[in-house]
């Protein structure tokens, strides 16, 4: 089975750009969404964009609509997830997931089967 890991996060200013990379790690085998959540010490862990390979159809939540970019490479199940104007209120452990079927409702956390470690994004004001 497929372990994702994450990659890309630090602390940038309001306002500034990331770009989060997530990779495989170990046996690659197929997959049919792969996507971003995130979660903030004390708050509940939210959707935050999913991208679905067959047909390249992307989802975003509003609160990141216009912002963020998702985007990946569907032969090696990499995926990025570039952020732009990024707000303190973007602060979080960002996750990288991956589903093996295709679900229809990609902000569902429990769409997912593989899940990473998670990196920090932090943006200060």
């Known amino acids: 089975q497929v372990q994702l890991v994450e990659s890309g996060g630090g602390l940038v200013q309001a306002g500034g750009s990331l770009r989060l990379s997530c990779a495989p790690s170990?046996?690659?085998?197929?997959?049919?969404?792969m996507g971003w959540f995130r979660q903030a010490p004390g708050k509940e862990r939210e959707f935050v964009s999913a991208l679905r390979w067959s047909g390249g159809r992307t989802y975003y939540a509003d609160s990141v609509e216009g912002r963020f970019s998702i985007s990946g490479d569907n032969a090696e199940n990499t995926v990025y997830l570039q952020m732009n104007s990024l707000k303190p209120e973007d602060t979080a452990v960002y996750y990288c997931?991956?589903?093996?079927?295709?679900?229809?409702?990609?902000?569902?956390?429990?769409?997912?089967?593989?899940w990473g470690r998670g990196t920090q994004v932090t943006v200060s004001s």
């Open positions: 997931v991956a589903a093996t079927r295709d679900y229809w409702r990609t902000d569902r956390d429990d769409s997912y089967e593989y």
């Open positions: 170990g046996r690659t085998g197929s997959t049919y969404i």
